[in-house]
T-cell receptor, first 115, second 110 residues
């Protein structure tokens, strides 16, 4: 079974520029998550989708971050404009069900450096 | 919201010895407690989980214990091997959302 795919793996941008990350979840997984993992910390949930609807985006800085999941499959996360504090690894995960008790499968992440 | 604290932040053990990582949580409604292992350059991977109706669970060299009264849970790794070197995260969930601890970097010395 193919895992969660993410691209790009690395990205370096200057502050105030924009950037987009892409995620392809495991086939058949209804729920997709985007996490931000700052160096030395655990993953923090940014947004959760069930199919193509948003379940939770309470931690998403909506003035600069946006995310969409078209047709309930692939998802993109965008940052515009980027700030220095956005430097982190952005992890995408998916799960079969919607409960927090369902195993989440993580992709390798995109390491973003904002200079 | 849920707050998960994890200790220690780093742990160095001799190969063959045991490693123990402890976590506490704040939301008494939490009922699911997974542990994830993250290797360098990879995403976290579930290694074991425990639900609130169970006090202990074991899978080969890995075991988790849960004390709901005290709101803490622990990961035990016995007979550690070099491949156990990684960052370990505990997490807790009361509903649909996972809250993660800050992680423990485990180094197994040969």
């Amino acid at each position: 079974e193919a895992g969660v795919a993410q691209s790009p793996r690395y990205k370096i941008i200057e502050k105030r520029q924009s950037v987009a990350f892409w995620c392809n979840p495991i086939s058949g997984h209804a729920t997709l998550y985007w996490y931000q993992q700052i160096l030395g910390q655990g993953p923090k949930l940014l947004i959760q989708f069930q199919n193509n609807g948003v379940v939770d985006d309470s931690q998403l800085p909506k003035d600069r971050f946006s995310a969409e999941r078209l047709k309930g499959v692939d998802s993109t996360l965008k940052i515009q404009p980027a700030k220095l504090e956005d430097s982190a690894v952005y992890l995408c995960a998916s799960s079969f069900g919607t409960s927090g008790r369902n195993e989440q499968y993580f992709g390798p992440g995109t390491r973003l450096t904002v200079t | 919201g849920e707050n998960v604290e994890q200790h220690p932040s780093t742990l160095s053990v001799q190969e063959g010895d045991s490693a123990v990582i402890k976590c506490t949580y704040s939301d008494s409604a939490s009922n699911y407690f997974p542990w994830y292992k993250q290797e360098l350059g990879k995403g976290p991977q579930l290694i074991i989980d425990i639900r609130s109706n169970v006090g202990e669970k074991k899978d080969q060299r890995i075991a988790v214990t849960l004390n709901k009264t005290a709101k803490h849970f622990s990961l035990h790794i016995t007979e550690t091997q070099p491949e156990d070197s990684a960052v370990y995260f505990c997490a807790a969930s009361a509903d649909y959302k996972l809250s993660f601890g800050a992680g423990t970097t485990v180094t197994v010395r040969a």
